[in-house]
């Protein structure tokens, strides 16, 4: 159970729960280990220079924050101990390293301090000045000059700053053993279930530890943290601080005289030997408090303005014209009646005068509307992928072509190369996880299917490449639209850097615009009768789109 110790104590207070006495040294509660006889006290000693500052420890991980455990009970107060007789005051021992910084563990009971280190001793003052002589009595009369003060001692230089703690938490100590079976390690030791410390998963505590101190319940209450990280332990020489590891506790069986704590391994530095001794330093999790009561509802919000209507969607198909009744059977045929006399043609009568128009009947109600066709599949420039065994990619029949792609068009390219993964990445050569351009491409790196390309307008030059297979790659050559102007040329910003205005022309209609890519030596393209460049002076770079003057050009 969680020890109570007495709030607001003063320095050397003494503190004892069961068979452990600690006393307070103004920061922490220090366990007492032996009671010298008091005597008198010794003459002060020389105040030793102060330690230099030791390296700054690995910050622990930080635990999740979890949810403020229930208060504990107050144990009871134990009995007040026979007040010994004063023993001598001890040599003071050597200032102890500072732990490292802890984890931050979860919040919940609160476990007990860690030790802190001795304060170092403080540096020796430096030795006063010394004052100056004082000047012989002049003769009586009148008053001589005051005479010069002594220069002042320079200080003494200031001590340096003791070591910094280490890991905070309560601390014990073992002896390590090398053995890795996973059963009770005996008396005073511990033991891991690898010899290698990064590698371990158990961690096997005996219950008494080098002090001859059962600790049994101090480990059983870690155990009981309902937090899922119970806590962590560091484990550390004992004449070495730098040489430890770090591990998270995960859960703990106890085995009656041992416990079995399986931990993940998070940090540490060095190795440790057979029977060397170790400081076990634990941190607890607190326990997970009950979830808080649900808040109130909040008032409901403004009602957002009306969204723009939307566009009417295509007309359904006409339904199916329903299937024709059956015709009704025809009632029989009476009996002919005999044949009347024929009488007079009577004569003729006026036309009577036309009756007024009918009413409009009323508008049949309107039919129900058909459902709404299927989406057409998107459209784009489709590329066909193949492969020619596991030497290069077979683009459109061609093998490891250079493509040229378009910023802003949306690119189909549909792979069949099983095993061959294609890949566009943004270095050439062999396939790099590390520069796989990803912006505007779904389902990279398919082997068998189909990949979308929507070239962003800021795509950069770009590569294919095999996952697999270094000779199956190529380049990818990213351009942008150039349009005429209203001359009906290409304006020289838009120009590529091997496409140049011949010199000493003015722009006027009729002027040549070089295209040196189309392999001709100096060749030139000529502004036809409709002031568009003829499709046979036009580079197997540069495209045509469709009905309209522009031309698609890798800038």
């Known amino acids: 159970m969680p020890i109570d110790f007495p709030n607001r104590p003063s320095v050397n207070d003494q503190f004892t729960s069961g068979s452990t006495t600690w006393r307070w040294n103004g920061t922490v509660w220090k366990v007492v280990r032996d009671f010298a006889p008091t005597g008198a006290t010794g003459a002060n000693g020389n105040t030793g220079a102060v330690g230099n500052t030791g390296a700054t420890g690995l910050t622990g991980l930080t635990g999740n924050t979890g949810l403020t455990g229930n ?35 979860l919040t919940g009971v609160t476990g007990a301090n860690g030790l802190t280190g001795l304060t170092g001793n403080t540096g020796l003052t430096g030795n006063t000045g010394a004052q100056g002589e004082t000047g012989a009595n002049g003769n009586t009369g009148a008053t001589g000059l005051t005479g010069v003060n002594g220069a002042t001692g320079a200080n003494g230089n200031t001590g340096a700053t003791g070591a910094q703690g280490s890991f905070g938490g309560l601390s014990v100590e073992y002896v390590y053993s090398s053995t890795t079976t996973q059963a009770d390690p005996g008396s005073t030791f511990i033991r891991f279930d690898s010899a290698t410390l990064s590698s371990a998963t158990h961690l096997l505590i005996d219950d008494e530890n080098s002090a001859a101190t059962d600790i049994h319940l101090f480990l059983q209450s870690i155990d009981d943290s309902t937090s899922t990280i119970k806590g962590h332990v560091k484990v550390s020489k004992t004449s070495n601080s730098e040489i430890f590891a770090l591990y998270a506790i995960n859960s703990m069986t106890d085995n009656a005289t ?3 704590v399986s931990v993940s391994y998070l940090t540490g530095s060095g190795s440790l030997t057979n029977n060397d001794n170790v400081v076990l330093t634990f941190a607890r999790t607190g326990d997970v408090g009950a979830a808080g009561a649900t808040g109130a509802t909040g008032a409901n919000g403004n009602t957002g303005a009306q969204g723009e209507t939307g566009a009417n969607g295509n007309t359904g198909a006409t339904g199916l014209t329903g299937l024709t009744g059956n015709t009704g059977a025809v009632g029989e045929t009476g009996a002919n009646g005999n044949t009347g006399a024929t009488g007079l043609t009577g004569v003729n009568g006026a036309t009577g005068a036309n009756g007024n128009t009918g009413a409009t009947g009323l508008t ?20 066909t992928v193949t492969n020619s065994g596991s030497g290069a990619y077979l683009i459109d029949g061609v093998s490891n072509p250079t493509l040229f792609f378009i910023r802003g068009h949306r690119y189909v390219i549909n792979v069949n190369a099983s095993g061959h993964p294609f890949w566009i990445q943004t270095v050439s050569g062999a396939y790099s996880s590390g520069n796989v351009y990803s912006t505007g491409v779904t389902n990279g790196g398919a082997d068998v299917g189909t990949i979308i390309f929507e070239v962003p307008y800021n795509a950069p030059q770009l590569y294919y490449a095999c996952q697999y297979h270094s000779s199956m790659a190529g380049s990818i050559t990213v351009g942008g639209l150039a349009t005429l102007d209203q001359n009906g040329f290409v304006p020289d910003a838009q120009l590529a850097s091997n496409i140049v205005r011949e010199s000493g022309l003015t722009g006027a209609l009729g002027d040549y615009i070089p295209v040196t890519q189309k392999g001709a030596a100096s060749g030139v393209a000529e502004l036809d009768i409709n002031v568009t460049v003829p499709d046979a002076q036009i580079s197997s770079a540069i495209a045509r789109e469709d009905a309209a003057f522009y031309y698609s050009m890798i800038l």
């Open 71 to 105: 208060t504990g009970a107050v144990g009871e107060t134990g009995a007040n101990g026979n007040t010994g007789a004063t023993g001598l005051t001890g040599v003071n021992g050597a200032t102890g390293a500072n732990g490292n910084t802890g984890a931050t563990g």
């Open 258 to 260: 041992y416990f079995d």
């Open 364 to 383: 049949g109600a309107t039919g129900a509307q058909g459902e709404t066709g299927l989406t057409g599949v998107s459209g784009g420039i489709t590329l």
